[in-house]
């Protein structure tokens, strides 16, 4: 970007110079960085102040975790937020029921499809709530979904010389086809595979029983509409940001 804005401004200089606009550029120049400036700066200090709190907060949840570090060892821990995942391999957890991110694990394809279902039946969540979480959207200048991204790794990258088996089979196919190989994370799911993953969304009931349940409340707000958390278990850890629970026989 620095090297284009170098050679932007010297190739304007000199057209301008010829017409005698020198002054005129340069004031053009800069009160363009200017604005450029003011908007980035106030977009970075709103940025900053929202990770500030998250920050603060997740801090919080990571000192209450390391009271109960001894007791937490060696129960069964679903966690679905994925700074929070990584702290917890950090410090020597292991006993996870669903890994959030595919390129954190040596776990095949087929298992992370098994857990995140699991998950999905856990939660009594539909396969409606499941199609929708790895639905293919369009963002900006590109497919992206994020949740279907963190599952299944980028195995479903989609651009013009890239999809999945090679395949046509999407709804926003002419999209896809306009989108560079070199814009990053392109990521879309054929209408095949996507049909083959709710075939076995509704054939697969692997029943799981986590013994902690840790939310993320920006993010997991989906997974926390199930009435059954209630009955099950108890809240030990609240705040702004995140919740931690655990299974009533343990509380």
């Given amino acids: 970007m620095l090297s284009l804005f170098v050679y932007s401004f010297f190739h304007f200089d000199r057209i301008l110079l ?17 604005f ?15 990770e500030s709190n998250i920050r603060i907060n ?19 821990i679903l966690v679905l937020d994925s700074k929070t995942f990584i702290w917890f391999v950090l410090n020597d957890f292991k006993n996870f029921t669903y890994v ?26 539909s396969s409606q709530d499941f199609k ?7 963002k900006n200048f590109r497919m992206l979904n994020n949740n279907a991204m963190r599952i299944f790794g980028r195995k479903y990258l989609a651009n013009k010389l890239y999809t999945y088996q090679n395949s046509d089979d999407f709804d926003e196919i002419n999209f896809i086809k306009k989108i560079k190989p070199t814009i990053g994370h392109s990521f879309a799911i054929p209408k ?30 989906l997974f926390q509409k199930s009435d059954h958390l ?22």
């Fill in 100 to 125: 959030p991110e595919n390129m954190w694990t040596v776990r095949s394809n087929n298992q992370l499809e098994r857990d995140i279902i699991s998950v999905f039946h856990f939660f009594n969540l």
């Fill in 192 to 221: 095949f595979e996507i049909n083959r993953l709710l075939n076995k969304f509704k054939s697969h009931h692997e029943m799981i029983k986590p013994e902690i349940i840790i939310f993320n409340n920006s993010s997991d707000s």
């Fill in 36 to 50: 450029i400036f003011i908007y980035n700066f106030s977009y970075f200090s709103k940025y900053q102040n929202y």
């Fill in 132 to 138: 929708t979480y790895i639905a293919n959207k369009k």
């Fill in 58 to 76: 997740h801090n919080e949840l990571i000192k209450f975790i390391k009271k109960l570090d001894k007791d937490l060892a060696n129960k069964e």
């Fill in 18 to 34: 010829k017409k005698k606009l020198r002054f005129r550029n340069f004031l053009i120049v800069l009160t363009t960085l200017f």
């Fill in 230 to 251: 209630l009955n099950d278990y108890c809240n030990i850890f609240s705040n702004r940001d995140f919740n931690v629970l655990l299974l009533k026989t343990l509380c």
